[in-house]
């Protein structure tokens, strides 16, 4: 797949995330597991073909999101923390993404060579995770598209300070009328499932004795006007 495609594929996912985006996050001694799913709007497949037009495409018979997502799956298989790593497509634009995961910190900072991570820590006993203005550098050398300088201008770094106001009036004028709702209704939900009790739960919604969701609208990981953090602690 065209390598420019796949970036603004995951580009539009992010800048314009006209979808639901939910993973389960499971833990315990005997391994762990992630399974997400993304649900993306018709819409939204309709903006990607609109920049499909402009760039050269594979003879693949598979369409862009397809492609994209199928291709974000192999580079989870290539990293060696990861194992069993599935992905199937579901009537009209759903998605499903599992895969087995040694440990959870030590996958994100190798992923990017990133020394002293500080955006998610844990041991055996908890998992904190904290993101604000200061630190968002980690990410982009974990993720380098977050880095690109077309992606640059739709993030935090160039943002800092502008209201949530602006922000849906410059994504109104970029990708049209219908972008403003779909990002103000963008949400991404993480649930997890954990190997004992829960003894401290700071920034999630406790759902079980064992299990905690932590959801958030996309736009504050655009703007990063605060920070974004949450700390659970299990026996």
């Not at 949530?164 to 949400?187: C, K, N, V, W």
Request: aromatic fraction near 12%.
């Amino acid at each position: 797949m065209n390598k420019l495609l796949i970036f603004f594929t995951f580009l539009l996912l992010i800048v314009f995330p006209s979808c639901q985006v939910t993973e389960n996050i499971t833990l315990s001694d005997a391994g762990n597991t992630s399974e997400g799913e993304i649900i993306v709007s018709d819409f939204f497949i309709d903006v990607l073909n609109d920049f499909s037009q402009f760039m050269a495409t594979s003879d693949s018979d598979e369409s862009i999101m397809d492609s994209a997502v199928r291709d974000f799956a192999n580079g989870l298989s290539s990293n060696e923390n990861n194992s069993n790593v599935l992905f199937s497509k579901g009537e009209g634009n759903q998605y499903t993404l599992s895969f087995d995961f040694e440990d959870i910190t030590e996958a994100l900072s190798a992923l990017g060579g990133v020394e002293n991570f500080s955006v998610l820590k844990g041991d055996d006993h908890s998992l904190s995770f904290y993101l604000d203005i200061n630190n968002y550098s980690e990410l982009k050398e974990m993720i380098p598209f977050l880095a690109d300088p077309n992606f640059e201008v739709y993030g935090p770094e160039f943002n800092q300070g502008m209201s949530e106001a602006d922000y849906s009036d410059m994504i109104f004028y970029l990708l049209g009328e219908e972008a403003p709702e779909a990002l103000q209704t963008s949400l991404i939900t993480i649930n997890f499932t954990l190997p004992g009790e829960l003894t401290k739960a700071e920034g999630v919604t406790v759902t079980g004795k064992n299990s905690c969701s932590y959801s958030f609208p996309l736009i504050d990981f655009l703007l990063l006007s605060k920070p974004m953090s949450f700390s659970i602690s299990w026996n």
